[in-house]
Nanobody
Framework: QVQLVESGGGSVQVGDSLSLSCAAS????????MAWFRQRPGKEREFVAA????????FYADGVKGRFTISRDSVKSTVDLQMHSLQPEDTAVYYC?????????????????WGQGTQVTVSS
């Protein structure tokens, strides 16, 4: 059974950096898209970044391009999200998700597996 467990959230100041990690277990992810989503207060869950497990091609939402970097470690079976120049609008619960597909799609309903989420709070 696939399990995704996020870690690394916390409270930071504007302009700070923070790294999130997602430990993936219970399956083989060679044919998966791994992604990070977030849910800001009072908003719907939204796509942040994704990576193809095989090949490592990455995809980003416009609002995080150039500030966030997604990567995966096939040996450790982890997917990381490095976040830089954090702003108050980045405050959200961040979720790791997996889509058993080789074609990228940012639609939430495509992702079969989800972690429990980790809180990121950016204060000014």
């Amino acid at each position: 059974q696939v399990q995704l467990v996020e870690s690394g959230g916390g409270s930071v100041q504007v302009g700070d950096s923070l790294s999130l990690s997602c430990a993936a277990s219970g399956g083989r992810f060679n044919d998966h898209i791994m992604a990070w989503f977030r849910q800001r207060p009072g908003k719907e869950r939204e796509f942040v970044a994704a990576i193809k497990w095989t090949g490592g091609r990455t995809f980003y939402a416009d609002g995080v391009k150039g500030r966030f970097t997604i990567s995966r470690d096939s040996v450790k079976s982890t997917v990381d999200l490095q976040m830089h120049s954090l702003q108050p609008e980045d405050t959200a619960v961040y979720y790791c998700a997996a889509d058993h597909d080789l074609i990228f799609d940012p639609s939430i309903e495509r992702y079969e597996y989800w972690g429990q989420g980790t809180q990121v709070t950016v204060s000014s």
